[in-house]
């Protein structure tokens, strides 16, 4: 089956604790990217990839990092995790955007909560 | 700048009643423009995707149409469901970047 997978779903945490959420996709996709979600701020997005080795900020890429070592994993990086990044995260993934219409294909996202 | 604004910003209707949500962007230059459903707690699922030659699309009971002169989109929904209750985004794309501009979306409760 065709998906994207996140770990963890949910996840309680302490200021300044690195953590990592991993992020897989099966369908040989180029592009990825990472979102976090805030009401009333709606999708917003962190960084993306649009190959392996290849990633580039986003809308709000403050407090992250990411890698892409192997074209089927994007993992999300909080080297030192604050409140403020309390927050539904998402990831995705498609065919390469731009040269085409292609449908972007969600994780079940990640429910990242900073104490 | 790069935005793209969703009207309602919530609506309530009743079950089997049709409704249409509106979709405003200033994107450029325009690739394609997605609508997406989703789920309180879930990942977004696509409904559709248009690109500029497209005036509208369906998927079911869903219909998309798109002005690109007027850079306006709506989705409308026919004979609306329990399960059609939702956040409903829409998502320009510009040509040749990257990245997606996402609206906030528009939150459907459908009553019984």
């Known amino acids: 089956e065709a998906q994207v997978t996140q770990n963890p779903r949910y996840l309680i945490t302490v200021t300044g604790k690195k953590l990592t959420v991993t992020c897989s996709q099966n369908?040989?996709?180029?592009?990825m990217s990472w979102y976090r979600q805030d009401p009333g701020l709606g999708l917003r997005q962190i960084y993306y990839?649009?190959?392996?080795?290849?990633?580039d900020k986003g809308d709000v890429p403050e407090g992250y990092k990411v890698s892409r070592k192997e074209k089927r994993n994007f993992p999300l990086i909080l080297e030192s995790p604050s409140p403020n990044q309390t927050s539904l995260y998402f990831c995705?993934?498609?065919?390469?955007?731009?040269?085409?219409?292609?449908?972007?294909?969600f994780g079940p996202g990640t429910r990242l909560t900073v104490t | 700048k790069n935005q793209v604004e969703q009207s309602p910003q919530s609506l309530i209707i009743l079950e089997g009643k049709n409704c249409t949500l509106q979709?405003?962007?200033?994107?450029?230059?325009?690739?394609?423009l997605r609508w997406y459903k989703q789920d309180t707690g879930r990942g977004p699922v696509s409904l559709t995707i248009?690109?500029?030659?497209?005036n509208t699309k369906s998927n079911g009971r869903y219909t998309a149409t798109l002005d690109a002169d007027t850079k306006q989109s709506s989705l409308h929904i026919t004979a609306s469901q329990l399960s059609d209750s939702a956040s409903y985004i829409c998502?320009?794309?510009?040509?040749?970047?990257?990245?997606?501009?996402f609206g906030k979306g528009t939150m459907l409760l459908v009553s019984p």
């Open positions: 990839s649009m190959n392996v080795e290849v990633t």
């Open positions: 979709c405003n962007y200033t994107v450029s230059p325009f690739s394609n």
């Open positions: 995705a993934s498609s065919l390469a955007p731009g040269k085409g219409s292609y449908e972007q294909y």
């Open positions: 998502v320009v794309s510009r040509r040749e970047y990257s990245t997606l501009t």
């Open positions: 248009m690109t500029f030659s497209e």
């Open positions: 369908m040989n996709h180029e592009y």
